[in-house]
T-cell receptor, first 111, second 113 residues
Framework: GENVEQHPSTLSVQEGDSAVIKCTYS??????FPWYKQELGKGPQLIID?????GEKKDQRIAVTLNKTAKHFSLHITETQPEDSAVYFC??????????FGTGTSLTVIP | NAGVTQTPKFQVLKTGQSMTLQCAQD?????MSWYRQDPGMGLRLIHY???????DQGEVPNGYNVSRSTTEDFPLRLLSAAPSQTSVYFC????????????FGPGTRLTVT
């Protein structure tokens, strides 16, 4: 199956700074790459996704980049705020019906 | 519109007991799935369904059974609970399968002693 690696596992940034989380995947058939945010005690929630025919996608302070040749994709959060503190998961989808998630990044934004 | 609901929120079982985790969605989604979340391991797919009467195995299906008799409901059954099944379980649904936004429920925290 697909193998998704995510780094770093923990990340602390000062409020207003940028945060970058990186993921790599192994299966070249993967063509859908979502990012989920999980707040304490809640289920994950989609924050942004990208498909393989696109190299970059932005939504306000959040952006995702994809390099299919190198099999890696990254989440960029600019102007971080305390409410961005959460666990973030990347995922890849090689078959259409099965997701493979990374191991998560715990982001702390220090006021 | 309640989205995806799961019951119970918490459950403690003894080794060997069986139970069913309930999941329901009111968005008329064809695709539903179950994940388990363990520390340091992310979310791993247990079983999924692409419609009523159709289920398939995910990455970690052993020890779990599912069925899908209606579009709305997708229960997960633990046949004989083991301590290794201590985890947080999430149900999710989506409009068009795995390549669309997954809507997750609030989770069930299960402890097996």
């Amino acid at each position: 199956g697909e193998n998704v690696e995510q780094h770093p596992s923990t990340l602390s940034v000062q409020e207003g700074d940028s945060a970058v989380i990186k993921c790599t995947y192994s299966d070249s058939a993967s063509n859908y790459f979502p990012w989920y945010k999980q707040e304490l005690g809640k289920g994950p929630q989609l924050i942004i996704d990208i498909r393989s025919n696109v190299g970059e996608k932005k939504d306000q302070r959040i952006a995702v980049t994809l390099n299919k040749t190198a099999k890696h994709f990254s989440l960029h959060i600019t102007e971080t705020q305390p409410e961005d503190s959460a666990v973030y998961f990347c995922a890849a989808n090689p078959t259409g019906n099965q997701f493979y998630f990374g191991t998560g990044t715990s982001l702390t934004v220090i006021p | 519109n309640a989205g995806v609901t799961q019951t119970p929120k918490f459950q403690v079982l003894k080794t060997g007991q069986s139970m069913t985790l309930q999941c329901a969605q009111d968005m008329n989604h064809e695709y539903m799935s179950w994940y388990r979340q363990d520390p340091g391991m992310g979310l791993r797919l247990i079983h999924y369904s692409v419609g009523a009467g159709i289920t398939d195995q995910g990455e970690v299906p052993n020890g779990y059974n599912v069925s899908r008799s209606t579009t709305e409901d997708f229960p997960l059954r633990l046949l004989s609970a083991a301590p290794s099944q201590t985890s947080v379980y999430f149900c999710a649904s989506s409009y068009g399968g795995g390549r669309y936004e997954q809507y997750f429920g609030p989770g069930t925290r299960l402890t097996v002693t």
